[in-house]
């Protein structure tokens, strides 16, 4: 069975710094494929806001957190990462980790997209205040 689990969510002040991981037990990640963070706040709708093709550097960033965070993949611990560096209070929200098990993709911006069988984590909380 697979499982992602995140980790690292908190509160912090507005200019601080969180790194998130995201864990995976039961997959074997297969290149090509995405593994991208997503956002939700409340009322609002989830949204993309990293993306990574694995066994690659192609990466994709929301325009609102460009410069400012950084996805990577550590396959041989099966862990994928956001560090999140300058948080503003509008980067306040559940952090999701997800990952696509099938489609191979050769541009990083199609990792904003998740499928209806994309495996998804439990979700890591952010808050930051101003």
């Known amino acids: 069975q697979v499982q992602l689990v995140e980790s690292g969510g908190g509160s912090v002040q507005a200019g601080g710094s969180l790194r998130l991981s995201c864990e995976a037990s039961?997959?074997?990640?297969?290149?090509?494929?995405?593994m991208s963070w997503f956002r939700q706040a409340p009322g609002k709708e989830r949204e993309a806001v990293a993306g990574i093709i694995i066994g690659s550097s192609k990466t994709y960033y929301v325009d609102s957190v460009k410069g400012r965070f950084t996805i990577s993949q550590d396959n041989g611990q099966n862990t994928l990462t956001l560090q999140m560096n300058s948080l503003k209070p509008e980067d306040t929200g559940m952090y999701y980790c997800?990952?696509?098990?099938?489609?191979?993709?050769?541009?990083?911006?199609?990792?904003?997209?998740?499928?209806?069988?994309?495996?998804w984590g439990q979700g890591t909380q952010v808050t930051v205040s101003a």
């Open positions: 039961g997959y074997t990640y297969k290149r090509f494929t995405c």
């Open positions: 997800t990952v696509d098990p099938r489609r191979v993709r050769s541009n990083a911006d199609s990792c904003a997209r998740a499928y209806e069988d994309n495996y």
